[in-house]
């Protein structure tokens, strides 16, 4: 059975301490991992898709890596606006859905 | 433009009755989703549509019942309505990329939460 899991649930940041969150999947036939953050009220928004392993893509302070075991999502000098869930998802070749993880929430503190 | 539009935003309803939530999708793509998020925020997918016809049907009760009467649209009808059922509920869209060996990017709608009473 196609899984997700992210780690850790809840991370805390002082604003400028760089980390990096893990999401590891098991799933047959990888089709696309997916990275989303999503605010309070409001729905995923896309970050980014890897498709191989391998792959790096970037956008600000964000860097999502891809190894044919897990994903990491690097956070580099955030800022408090980064303070969100960041949600990991997988799709395999079993179908169209999206397998999410349970997803980080991230506090980034002044 | 909103690419992805839900409505109503939220819905708060008795036991027993029967709504409806409606999504649209202006970004021309043929497949859409409709996933419930829990109370513990896991997102889960409840149904799929590609070029109106149902692909995917999880193990949703028959309550729950999807309809799409065009490429752009995709409604969730929910009967009898149930405590359990209050969750907020995202529709979602992609394009498939045709060689069926990539998933494209499923874009979000910004959610209906509902509250059954």
């Known amino acids: 059975e196609d899984q997700v899991t992210q780690s850790p649930e809840a991370l805390r940041l002082q604003e400028g301490e760089s980390s990096s969150l893990n999401c590891s999947y098991t799933?047959?036939?990888?089709?696309?991992l997916f990275w989303y953050r999503q605010d309070p009220g409001k729905g995923p928004e896309f970050l980014f898709t890897?498709?191989?392993a391998g792959e790096e893509k970037e956008k600000e302070r964000l860097k999502a890596t891809l190894t044919k075991k897990e994903s990491f999502l690097h956070i580099t000098a955030p800022k408090p606006e980064d303070s969100a869930t960041y949600l990991c998802?997988?799709?395999?070749?079993?179908?169209?859905?999206?397998?999410f993880g349970k997803g980080t929430s991230l506090l980034v503190t002044p | 433009d909103t690419a992805v539009s839900q409505t109503p935003k939220y819905l708060v309803t008795q036991m027993g009755n029967d709504k409806s939530i409606k999504c649209e999708q202006n970004?021309?793509?043929?497949?859409m989703y409709w996933y419930k998020q829990d109370s513990k925020k896991f997102l889960k997918i409840m149904f799929s549509?590609?070029?109106?016809?149902?692909?995917i049907n999880e193990t949703v009760p028959n309550r729950f019942s999807p309809k799409s009467p065009d490429k752009a649209h995709l409604n969730l009808h929910i009967n009898s309505l149930e405590l359990g059922d209050s969750a907020v509920y995202f529709c979602?869209?992609?394009?498939?990329?045709?060689?069926?060996?990539?998933?494209?990017?499923?874009?979000f709608g910004p959610g209906t939460r509902l509250l059954v009473l």
């Open positions: 979602a869209s992609s394009q498939e990329d045709g060689t069926g060996l990539y998933q494209e990017t499923q874009y």
């Open positions: 799933v047959s036939g990888l089709r696309g």
């Open positions: 890897l498709y191989s």
């Open positions: 998802a997988a799709n395999s070749n079993s179908g169209y859905a999206l397998n």
């Open positions: 970004l021309g793509h043929d497949t």
């Open positions: 549509y590609n070029n109106k016809e149902l692909i």
